[in-house]
Structure formats: C-alpha cells, structure tokens
C-alpha cells in the first residue's frame, strides 16, 4: 500500500510487517493538565486490553493534538502513539464523544475504522456549542462510525434519543473503581468533601447557606488539583461528599466517595441515578439549595448521634457495578466488534 499523506491532519497509511498478525485499538484523547474521568477511564482499557489473555487485538492511546503529550495525574501503563501511521487493515480508532468532528472525517476520508465512545451523553453536542462544525455532520460521523460506546442507561438512551439509526451499533462500556479502602465510620474524621469545579455558583451557594451551622468539630475540604490516588486518600478519612454532577455520564466522584465509606449527597447529574438508589446516597433536585444544606446538617447529626454505620451493602453493589469482570465482559465484546469490522 503506498503512503498517503494527507493535508489535514497529516495521516499516512501503511502496511505493518506481514509476520504481525495483531490488530490495534488506539483510543485518541483531548490533551488536558487536569484529566478528566473519561481520560482516566480510557488509559484504563487500554491496559486492561493488553493484559487480556490469548487476544490478537493491542491498544495504544493517542493525544493527537498534542502528539507528545503524557499525562502524570492518575497511574497507567498505557503505550503511547506518537505518530499519524494508520493501517486500515489492522487500526481501529476510538474517538470519544467530545472530538468526533474534529477526527471522524478524517478517519472516514482515510478509510480508517473507527468508534465513539460516549462517556457522557450531555457532551455529544459540545463541538456544535464551540462552532466545530454542523449537525448534519455529527450526523454523519455518528452513522460512518463502525461502533458506538456508551457508559450508562442514561447515555445510551441519549445516543438513540438523538442518533436513533444508529441504535443496533450501541454497546455498554464498564469500567473500574478499585483503589478505594474503607474503615469504619468511627475512625473516619469529620470531613466533608466536595469539588469545586463542579456546579462552583451552586458549591458555593450551598456552603453559604451553611456557613454558621456547621459544628466547629467538623470542616468542609475542597478536592482540586490532586492526583486520583490522593481522592482515594481523602474518601478514605472523610464522611460525607457534596455532589455537584451536572449532565453527566456515569461519575467517578459520588461512586468513589461511597465505596470508601462516605454519605453521598447532592445531584445525580442524570447518569448516576444507576446507583443513586443506594442507601449511601441521598438525591437532592439540581438548584434545591435549603434542601442540600438541610440534609447536610441532618447527615452531620446522624453522624454525631453514631446513627450512620459503613454501609457494607451499598459497598457491596458498588464493587459489582464497577468492577473488573464487568470492564473484561465488556473488552471481550469490543474485541470481537473489532475483529468482526476489521476483517
């Protein structure tokens, strides 16, 4: 096959080795200082998918705006492709939801295979909002793509809400939460947590209207600018978290901060109503302000009357939900998808 360069982005396709009989999954991602959890998720299968046994298929992950980039945030063992050499015989692309039209015609013009995975059904119109292109072409890179991903109920409803041709091409994803530990209620310290790029006019208005009604033996700790292993730490000691999830996929945050023992209180931000039916979590209406402090200043007097113990089944049903043998079920699927499209 001859190399082709192209004026756009600059892809160049090629024939690997003939004794090289893998196929390749590259996952491409936004460059960002502060990942994202859609990032972090997506480092995760492809390591996840190179350590599957007995598979002909390998992944790479690729910051194709930043062809260099790595991010040092969150643990991985990711392989990196740092160049714009396809094979349109043995790559498949997974673009998330946040950069199709910016990469799917490209891929399409090239010939090459590719996905979306959408990890957040309330991003899939963002390039619309920042005038990337038209909805007729989302349109068509949505139809073009091989296969859709998505990552929750919520967001595969979306998907066919809006792309409804595109339904029998719709598959769940699943992935990991097992860095959290947990202790017991009464060694926890009275923390409560929240972040504050999250909804930060409804954080702050929340913190407003507690303001003097919080005991002096307890403290409010914003979560910015950490890596993910030190959010595992600070779950690990606090008591309750402040959601702030709006319009999102199936968050990390609400579900970590549960696994490792906390009362989990706020918004669902649609998605995680998956899990928000839980007893460790407490569903407050988006804008309702007096009711999220009210049920603050309840959780803080259960707590102090040792009315609320580690909710072991919550737990239980979390660590099923995001576990291991789900993201492997999952990857065996994505796999066969693969090969199936690619030969």
Request: aromatic share 12%.
């Amino acid at each position: 096959m001859a190399f082709l360069q192209e004026m756009h982005i600059g892809y160049r396709l090629r024939n690997f080795k003939k004794n090289d009989n893998f196929k390749n999954v590259i996952f491409y991602l936004p460059a960002a200082d502060y990942p994202s959890g859609g990032v972090i998720v997506a480092h995760d299968h492809s390591d996840a998918i190179n350590k599957l046994e007995d598979s002909v298929v390998r992944s790479m992950v690729m910051y194709p705006s930043d062809i260099n980039f790595s991010p040092n945030l969150f643990a991985h063992n990711s392989i990196f492709k740092r160049d714009f050499i396809f094979d349109v015989e043995k790559d498949f692309v997974i673009l998330p939801e946040v950069m199709v039209l910016r990469y799917a015609a490209d891929l399409y013009k090239n010939n090459i295979k590719y996905g979306i995975h959408v990890q957040n059904g309330y991003l899939m119109d963002l390039e619309l909002r920042s005038n990337h292109g038209s909805f007729s072409q989302l349109k068509d890179a949505y139809q073009n793509a091989s296969l859709i991903i998505g990552n929750s109920t919520d967001t595969i409803d979306n998907i066919k809400y809006v792309f409804p041709e595109c339904s029998e091409k719709v598959i769940r994803s699943y992935f990991v939460i097992n860095k959290h530990k947990y202790q017991p209620t009464r060694d926890k310290k009275n923390i409560i947590t929240y972040m504050p790029r999250k909804l930060a006019k409804h954080s702050q208005h929340v913190l407003f209207f507690l303001n003097e009604k919080i005991p002096d033996t307890w403290k409010i700790v914003p979560i910015d600018g950490v890596t993910e292993q030190e959010v595992y730490d600070i779950f690990y000691e606090s008591k309750i978290f402040l959601s702030f999830s709006e319009f999102e996929g199936l968050a990390m945050p609400p579900a970590m901060a549960a696994m490792s023992g906390n009362k989990v209180i706020g918004y669902t931000g649609e998605a995680n109503k998956e899990y928000f039916h839980l007893p460790c979590f407490d569903e407050v209406p988006c804008g309702d302000i007096k009711l999220f402090a009210t049920k603050v200043i309840e959780t803080i007097d259960a707590y102090e009357n040792e009315a609320i113990q580690l909710d072991l089944h919550s737990i239980q049903q979390l660590e099923e939900l995001f576990s291991r043998t789900k993201q492997r079920q999952f990857l065996r699927e994505l796999i066969t998808r693969v090969e199936s499209i690619l030969n």
